[in-house]
């Protein structure tokens, strides 16, 4: 634990419980309905915190008003300057684009360059929401596709060229289709694939390691890839080509496709990115370009030397149900270790279960939100979210008192005067839910008609805190 953990960024509940560095390390899960002030009251009160507290982070976007949201904390806490918003349409300031391709070849550290990890960081973009499981007759596409897609980026590597998604697709475009082909006198001449394979035995930089990686590629674009059966190549061709078409076309080409304006690295330095592309009004491009974004910031937060700097990032990320990628859980259960803290929002369970590609959604989005360690309740009638609340926070034991009459001495119709009535009083003890299901509907939401109240129930790793937030002005 690094000396600073302990420092206090804010107070809440009856009790003033801390929420320390160590406590927003360990992750937040917020969950409220629509209108519940789950944004404008635990989720702006922990933005702020962390602004003012100097941390770098990235900001993902669902809403077209999050991102005017965001320049009002940054400017509450005299953090301007560190914006960097990146969004498709900026005709009147500098644009700020990524080119992941390109970094993921030539980025710090010593995995730079590994074919493997561009793959991993494209099929992790392009593939279906965390915890997603393939069939075992599905897990034939799976690995085709991606021996494809490997083969396909080493001979842009290999050749040496300058990497982009425009180039794979014109390489997996111009590659042969069957053994003939592959020798003839016109694809030797005239397709790329075989013009870059011809480069890249022709550089005299390469290793030995490398030129044996070179071997395997045109081993399997000479024998391996004609000898598929025609309908299988044409599938996973189809398929990987797809798969990048959406980020072939405009605005994601410029976002992503040309020169780097920012990198991941730079929230260590204090930058906050914001990602001025919200999913309701740019639909499956702007979800696509943030996942880019997201997929290589984890990686690139994942392996960050803290004794060169060890300034707090946060990875904030409103209806997190729609942006999660396959290694969401993964750095959430890493985060700590490299001072990075998870905000997720979602209105509620429900909604994360159907949105999770996997055999089994419910222990899926369970495992994701266990590794959150503090988990802030807000308004909720999801029965779903209800009922994981109430099981979260367990049971206690408590008396209640109950009573009885009883009568003693004759009671007949002839003496009647001789009988007497006794009241018992007695305690029982019970095991009942610390937080019923139904607490969650009485919270308050906030507004004018709850005077700007926004209530909470809130897990603190495992202690039970309840806190009253108070919408601010300033506040969405």
């Known amino acids: 634990m690094a000396a600073d953990d302990a420092r206090v960024l804010f107070r809440w509940g009856e009790a003033n419980h801390p929420f320390t560095l160590r406590t927003a390390f360990e992750g937040v899960f917020i969950t409220g309905a629509n209108g519940s002030g789950k944004t404008s009251g635990s989720g702006y009160a922990i933005a702020r915190a962390y602004l003012q507290a100097g941390f770098g982070g990235l900001v993902l976007t669902v809403k077209p008003g999050d991102v005017s949201d965001w320049v009002q904390y940054a400017r509450q806490a005299s953090r301007e300057k560190d914006l960097i918003i990146v969004r498709p349409d900026q ?31 494209l099929v992790n973009v392009l593939s279906p929401g965390i915890g997603a499981r393939v069939s075992s007759s599905d897990r ?10 490997r083969n396909v980026v080493a001979t842009a ?32 001449q005239d397709s790329l694939c075989a013009r870059l394979l011809r480069q890249a035995f022709q550089r005299q930089d390469l ?22 059966a025609e309908k299988t190549r044409s599938i996973i061709e189809q398929s990987l080509s797809s798969m990048i078409d959406g980020l072939l076309r405009a605005p994601l080409r410029e976002l992503l496709c040309e020169e780097s304006t920012f990198f991941p690295e730079d929230s260590e330095r204090g930058a906050l990115l914001v990602l001025d592309m919200p999913t309701k009004e740019f639909g499956e491009a702007g979800r696509l370009a943030q996942l880019v974004v997201k997929t290589v910031w984890m990686a ?18 409103d209806e997190a149900q729609t ?20 905000v997720s929002l979602t209105q509620n369970l429900s909604g994360f279960y159907s949105a999770m590609a996997a055999a089994d959604p419910r222990s899926a989005v369970d495992a994701y939100v266990g590794c959150l360690n503090t988990k802030v309740f807000h308004f909720n009638e999801d029965p779903a979210t209800c009922e994981f609340a ?15 009459l009883s009568i003693e001495g004759r009671n007949t119709y002839e003496q009647q005067d001789r009988a007497s009535v006794r009241r018992n009083v007695d305690f ?9 299901a139904s607490s969650l509907r009485a919270l308050r939401r906030g507004g004018a008609e709850n005077s700007r109240a926004v209530d909470a129930i809130i897990s603190v790793a495992g202690t039970l805190v309840r806190h009253t937030f108070h919408q601010e002005s300033g506040a969405p």
Request: net charge positive; proline share 5%.
């Open 157 to 188: 590597s290999l050749a040496g060229e300058r990497l982009t998604l425009r180039l794979l697709v014109d390489i997996l475009l111009s590659a042969p289709h069957s053994a003939e082909e592959a020798r003839s006198a016109s694809f030797l």
């Open 323 to 342: 942006l999660l990628t396959p290694e969401d859980k993964s750095f959430s259960q890493t985060a700590r270790d490299r001072r990075a803290a998870i």
């Open 207 to 228: 290793s030995p390691s490398t030129r044996e990686d070179l071997s395997h590629t045109v081993s399997y674009w000479d024998s391996k890839f004609p000898r598929l």
């Open 300 to 317: 690139a937060i994942e392996r960050r030397d803290l004794s060169k700097n060890s300034r707090p990032v946060f990875l904030f990320q």
């Open 140 to 149: 034939f596409w799976d690995d085709t596709l991606r021996e494809l897609l």
């Open 390 to 404: 109430e099981r979260l926070f367990g049971l206690e034991e408590r008396y209640r008192a109950g009573t009885s």
């Open 91 to 121: 005709a009147d300031i500098r644009r700020h684009c990524f080119n992941f391709l390109e970094y993921e070849l030539s980025r710090p550290g010593r995995g730079s360059g590994i074919t493997e990890n561009i793959v991993a960081v």
């Open 428 to 436: 029982r003890r019970e095991m009942r839910p610390r937080v019923p």
